[in-house]
């Protein structure tokens, strides 16, 4: 699903999506030019008829350790099938 730049001079070397009904997520892994990699994770959504909401969040690779274990706890949480809904 995901697919590799083949172009070594992009900052942009791995890119995968994922549709989820009227929203799209986009991942992609990117290098700044001091060589420092990062997370881009993008959110478009269709709101009314011809309206696109785009949300972006970016996280540093020396983040990314944090970043996935919280993912992980929220993940657990949201599927945990002991959770009621107030």
């Known amino acids: 699903m995901g697919e590799k730049n083949n ?4 900052k942009e070397f ?3 999506k994922l ?3 009227r929203r799209m ?7 700044n030019k001091n060589g420092d ?10 709101e009314g008829e011809d309206k696109i909401i785009k949300t972006r969040i970016m996280v540093y ?3 990314i350790y944090g970043f996935m274990n919280k ?3 929220a993940f657990e949480v ?6 009621t809904k107030d």
């Open 37 to 46: 990699k990062y997370l881009v994770i993008k959110e478009s959504r269709k």
């Open 19 to 21: 549709r989820a009904g």
């Open 61 to 63: 690779e020396e983040d």
């Open 78 to 83: 949201m599927t945990s099938r002991d959770v």
């Open 14 to 16: 791995y890119t995968t």
């Open 71 to 73: 993912f992980k706890d």
């Open 7 to 10: 172009y070594p001079n992009k």
């Open 25 to 31: 997520y986009y991942f992609n892994v990117k290098m």
